[in-house]
């Protein structure tokens, strides 16, 4: 009897967890179904295929409310593109933005900026033009809104940063040091472009470092010593976060529990390497580095960039952004 009611309340909670969290998350749908197989970087066969294998989602960002550096409104883009690759061992993963201003060949389209790709063909185009980039087999697709973050930052309670150098956007100043961010102030640091000494890549760099304290908060023990926050925090998440079609609740929920022994602290930040910036007729665009970016490429395709992170210090992003 004892073992029957076991069963029950394990059971419950599966369910409860897989309807309360991953089905708040929503779909996108057929975002693989018209990439050709035959030009995509190969998957593993069947044979080959194990529990072990890495995974890697091509992670966008947007906010579709975002504010100019004014606070004046302005339509919905692509502010953030970024491979994740979770390893093998489930306990590492490297996180690697790709400047959305970089100057590469999109399938069909010739050379442009890579978010156009997006504007192009949606994320079908991206996914093709990230792989062809890179050479790294695309698993999934992830869009966050950035909008949401907001929400969960207040309901952490405020999300903790560090500023190298003092900087002001909007209504805040954000001194060097420690900065304990509620909602609306994240928004303005996180959606500041002008004012920051490396522009576009010291925003990719808060971006990182405040997703990365944001989801330290999230799972320390002031947070789930405290459900109703807890819930609220992953309610907001999730509700803002969607994923291709291919990933089921039960997917989702299995592959949570396989990064349990993920921690903030053995996840690394990269950016891609890149030579410099200038002009493309009126556009100004990122001229990024094949070379150095091909060798950090073919570390992450055999899943050992963690490995190899000191070859790529230039590239590393601190935890430190101005």
């Known amino acids: ?159 903790d940063v560090v500023v190298a150098s003092e900087t002001s956007n909007g209504p805040y100043t954000f001194p060097a040091g420690v900065n304990h961010l509620d909602g609306d102030q994240a928004r303005w640091y996180l959606g500041q472009r002008y004012g920051l000494e490396g522009g576009d890549f010291d925003r990719v760099r808060r971006q990182q470092q405040f997703l990365k304290a944001m989801f330290t908060q999230l799972f320390s023990s002031d947070t789930f010593t405290n459900p109703s926050r807890l819930d609220g925090a992953l309610r907001a998440v999730t509700g803002n976060v969607a994923v291709d079609d291919s990933l089921s609740n039960t997917d989702l929920l299995s592959m949570a529990y396989s990064l349990r022994d993920l921690r903030p602290e053995n996840v690394q930040s990269f950016t891609a390497p890149v030579l410099g910036t200038g002009q493309e007729g009126a556009a100004s665009v990122v001229y990024l580095d094949t070379v150095t970016g091909e060798r950090m490429w073919s570390y992450l395709r055999s899943d050992s960039l963690g490995a190899n992170a000191a070859e790529f210090d230039d590239e590393a992003l601190p935890d430190v952004p101005r």
Do not use: C
């Not at 295929?49 to 692509?78: C, I, K, N, Y």
């Not at 201003?101 to 192009?120: C, E, L, M, Q, T």
């Open 1 to 159: 009897m004892l073992v029957l009611v076991l069963a029950v309340l394990i059971g419950g909670g599966v369910w409860f967890l897989t309807d309360r969290y991953a089905g708040n998350i929503d779909r996108i749908a057929d975002v693989f179904d018209d990439l050709d197989e035959n030009s995509r970087p190969a998957a593993p066969t069947p044979e080959q295929a194990t529990a072990e294998d890495p995974v890697t989602f091509l992670l966008v960002g947007s906010d579709t409310r975002e504010t100019s550096d004014e606070g004046v409104a302005e339509g919905g883009r692509s502010d953030a593109i970024m491979i994740a690759r979770f390893a093998g061992d489930r306990r590492h993963a490297q996180l690697v933005s790709i400047p959305r201003d970089s100057w590469v060949d999109i399938p069909g389209h010739g050379r442009n900026k890579i978010n156009a790709a997006y504007a192009f063909g949606g994320p079908t185009l991206l996914i093709q033009t990230v792989e062809q980039l890179t050479g790294v087999r695309i698993d999934h697709y992830v869009t966050i809104d950035f909008q949401g973050i907001i929400q969960v930052t207040d309901d952490l309670g405020g999300v």
